[in-house]
Structures are given as structure tokens and as C-alpha cells.
């Protein structure tokens, strides 16, 4: 009996141990568990913090791209007078970038190529007016730029289609217009908490080449110069332009010395050059008076060996007439480059016309009330010429 009871006790103690044993393998499979499940944990771990690394790689990345995608300031600018010349002179100033510099026929190109630019950040238009043919595609292209985060300033004084300025402004396009101010006078009076004091005496000198000298904002920086300094100081500056149109990087040179405060005198052999303008232009009195034509109302020659420009004046004065007209042909082109001039007493708004004329001839033009340009096809011209001295009674 007593060793039955033994027997079972002995069954027992086995049958505990047996269950210690597997109470043991579950405690230690449920440890193993642990163990794997803590190095799943620590693995999910490590792999959100590569993660988050390459999230937080990425975002810096994205904003270094933004960043650097969107730097470039670019001033489109008239370069056939001092006016514009010095309008992208002072914005270079105030805000740096570079500038393009285009004939009234090129600024639709230039505009076609920066809209491509992915880098542009700030556009600046100056001085660059615009005519019934060409403000349309104008303001589609504004859109495209304001559409890709592009900050444009248009900024000029000739005269414009109000619906036009509407557009623009609907755009968001900062419109600085002034029919009575120059370009350049605007941009100064805009900008001038970013200029230094030299830059309202190449201000003066715009106005002075643009014959706005005595309107409100231009006289009275003319006051605080020399009236004969700033004189000669415009006019050598504008002989040295008109001189160089054939040469852009002579013209960004001007550009960037009148960016840096330098008169013309300090600029090298500005004034050397404008005595051999000087002498250029002397001859083409003798050559106007061979040549020019006059109808009723105006006086007209074609030229030759020099800018239209330069002449006009010669042939409106040696005319007799109130409207003086000078033309000169492109021939890679196919058109005339025209410029007009109005005396003091001529009575009509000659930009106006002009723009409206050249339009419906197939060309373009416009400008102020007694100077202005147009570029008419080869041949329109004797056409834009008769129509034109019918309009000027």
C-alpha cells in the first residue's frame, strides 16, 4: 500500500515537472516572441527614421530646387536713346540682374524668349511703347509670365490704349505710366528709396534727351544741377548711343557704368566719340538740304549712310514745315525705320497717328505728341508718307 502511494506521488511530482517543463518552453517561446517582435519594433524604428531622413532630404532638396529656380531679375529696355538706356541703368541699380536692350520691332521677340526662361523671377518693361499690332500678343504674353509666378513692372511714357492698362492690371502687372514724364524720371521717382543721389542726375539727362526737361517731376531735378553741365552731359551721351546701335555690348557697357554713378565724362573717350558725331551730323546738314522733299504739310527724306534720327530734326527745321519725317531702310528685314518730329506748333498728338497709320499699313509705331517712330513696310512708305501729311493739317 505504501508503495502504491509512493508510486502516484512519484507520478504527480513527474507529471508537475512535466508541466514546469512546458510552462518553461511556453515562457521561453513567449520570451523568443518578445525578442523578435522588440527587434520587428526596432526595425520598423530604424526604418521610419531612414525614412523620415530621406522625407526631410527631400523637402530640403524641394526648397533648395524652388529656391534656385526663381533668381533671375531681367530689364527689357529701349536702346536706341538715352531715355532707355538710362531707365535699365537705374533698375540694374535698385535691383540688380541684367538687362536686354531692343529696338521697338525687337520687343516681342525678347518678350517670346524670357517667357521660356524657367529661372525668371522679376521682369522690369521700360521705355518701350506699344501699338495697335502689337499689344495684343503683348498682354497674352504677360498672362503666360504672371501664370508661371513671374513679379513684372511695365513701366513708360508713351502713349497706350487704356483698355491696355486695364488688361494689365487685371494681370496684376505693376503699371507706372506717365505720358508727361519720361521713362526714366518714372523709374527714379518709383525706386528712389533704393537709389543713390547720382541716380536723379541720370535722370535729368534722360528727360533733357527726351525733351521733357520742363515738365513737373523733371524740372525739378534739372534745378539741382548746372542747366549747361547737365546739357552736354545729355547730349554726349546721346551721341554715343545713337552711335553705337550696332554695337549691344558697347550699349550694356553704358548700361552698367551709369548703374555704377559715372558721368560721361568719367566713361573713356565718350566725348572724343560725340565730336565725331558731331562732325557726322554737321555734314548731313548739306546732305538734307540736296535732299529732302516737302509736301503740304510736312518735310521727308530718306537716309542713307546715317540714323533716322539723327536727321529728323535737320529736316524738319530745314523744311520749314511744323512735321519733319526721316526714313531708312532694313533691308534684312524688309521695312523702313521711320522717326517723326512735331514743332512747337505742330497741333495734333503725332504718337497717335502714327500708331493708328503704320497699324493698318502692316506695320507698328507710336510715341509722344511731337515725337515718335514706326516701322512700315518696305512698300507702304511712300503710302504712309502721303497719308500721314493729310493728318498732320
Request: net charge positive.
Amino acid at each position: 500500500m505504501l508503495a502504491a502511494t509512493k508510486k502516484v506521488t512519484s507520478k504527480k511530482t513527474a507529471a508537475k515537472k512535466a508541466t514546469k517543463k512546458v510552462t518553461s518552453k511556453k515562457t521561453a517561446a513567449k520570451k523568443a516572441t518578445k525578442k523578435v517582435t522588440s527587434k520587428k519594433t526596432a526595425a520598423k524604428k530604424a526604418t521610419k527614421k531612414v525614412t523620415s531622413k530621406k522625407t526631410i532630404t527631400k523637402k530640403t532638396t524641394a526648397k533648395t530646387v524652388t529656391k534656385s529656380k526663381k533668381t533671375k531679375v531681367i530689364c527689357i529696355s529701349h536702346k536706341e536713346d538715352c531715355d532707355g538706356i538710362s531707365s535699365a541703368a537705374l533698375i540694374r541699380q535698385a535691383f540688380g540682374g541684367d538687362a536686354i536692350l531692343v529696338d521697338y520691332p525687337g520687343q516681342m521677340e525678347a518678350l517670346n524668349q524670357v517667357v521660356l526662361d524657367e529661372k525668371l523671377k522679376s521682369l522690369f518693361i521700360c521705355d518701350l511703347g506699344l501699338s495697335k499690332k502689337t499689344q495684343d500678343e503683348f498682354i497674352d504674353l504677360m498672362a503666360k509670365l504672371r501664370k508661371n509666378k513671374v513679379s513684372i513692372t511695365y513701366i513708360d511714357h508713351h502713349d497706350i490704349d487704356p483698355t491696355v492698362v486695364t488688361a494689365l492690371e487685371k494681370l496684376k502687372v505693376k503699371v507706372i505710366h506717365d505720358i508727361n514724364e519720361c521713362t526714366t524720371v518714372q523709374v527714379y521717382n518709383a525706386y528712389k528709396s533704393k537709389l543713390n543721389d547720382h541716380a536723379s542726375f541720370v535722370a535729368t539727362c534722360a528727360a533733357i534727351t527726351d525733351y521733357m526737361e520742363d515738365r513737373p517731376l523733371g524740372s525739378k531735378l534739372l534745378q539741382i544741377y548746372d542747366r549747361q553741365f547737365a546739357l552736354i552731359s545729355a547730349t554726349v551721351m546721346t551721341y554715343n548711343i545713337v552711335g553705337h546701335q550696332r554695337e549691344p555690348d558697347y550699349l550694356q557697357y553704358l548700361v552698367e557704368e551709369l548703374a555704377d554713378s559715372k558721368f560721361p565724362h568719367d566713361i573713356p573717350n565718350t566725348y572724343e566719340f560725340a565730336q565725331i558725331q558731331v562732325e557726322k551730323l554737321s555734314q548731313m546738314i548739306a546732305k538734307v538740304k540736296k535732299g529732302m522733299k516737302t509736301m503740304t504739310n510736312l518735310g521727308h527724306m530718306e537716309i542713307l549712310d546715317s540714323g533716322a534720327s539723327g536727321a529728323v530734326n535737320f529736316v524738319m527745321g530745314l523744311s520749314g514745315k511744323d512735321v519733319g519725317v526721316a526714313y531708312k531702310e532694313r533691308v534684312d528685314h524688309g521695312i523702313y525705320a521711320v522717326s517723326v518730329r512735331g514743332s512747337k506748333n505742330c497741333k495734333v498728338h503725332l504718337g497717335k497717328i502714327v500708331n493708328l497709320l503704320a497699324t493698318s499699313l502692316g506695320g507698328s509705331g507710336g510715341g509722344h505728341d511731337k515725337a515718335c517712330g514706326a516701322v512700315v513696310p518696305k512698300p507702304k512708305i511712300k503710302k504712309f508718307i502721303t497719308e500721314l501729311n493729310k493728318k498732320v493739317k
